[in-house]
Nanobody, 120 residues
Framework: VQLVESGGGLVQTGESLTLSCLAS????????RGWYRQAPGKEREFIASTKLHWDLSTYSDSIKGRFTISIDNSKNTHYLQMTNMKPEDTGVYYC??????????????WGQGTQVTVSR
């Protein structure tokens, strides 16, 4: 599974930005797709995820109500729509996918990351 993010950039406080994550490769066993971010000097943190076959999304409390995760299966792409952005949203955003293999083994895959900067 290969993941490629796009859409990062510089925005001002209160503005919106949408990230995209295009998946390719053997996607048949992928059941969860999500987003994480890493702020400067901090550990990578969970932002949002969605379960492909149950239309169930989960969000971090820090972004709930402002960010929305969605997926377009026809394009093998999932998105993170970010609104009312704040300076503390600044960081490198990574998309992720979990794939199940035989024997219920699971493996996570990561994109290369895209920088998002929110100015005051």
């Amino acid at each position: 599974v290969q993941l490629v993010e796009s859409g990062g950039g510089l925005v001002q406080t209160g503005e919106s930005l949408t990230l995209s994550c295009l998946a390719s490769g053997s996607l048949g066993g992928v059941d969860i797709r999500g987003w994480y971010r890493q702020a400067p000097g901090k550990e990578r943190e969970f932002i949002a995820s969605t379960k492909l076959h149950w239309d169930l999304s989960t969000y971090s409390d820090s972004i709930k109500g402002r960010f929305t995760i969605s997926i377009d299966n026809s394009k093998n792409t999932h998105y993170l729509q970010m609104t009312n952005m704040k300076p503390e949203d600044t960081g490198v955003y990574y998309c992720a996918a979990r794939r199940k293999y035989r024997g219920n083994t699971m493996k996570e895959y990561w994109g290369q990351g895209t920088q998002v900067t929110v100015s005051r």
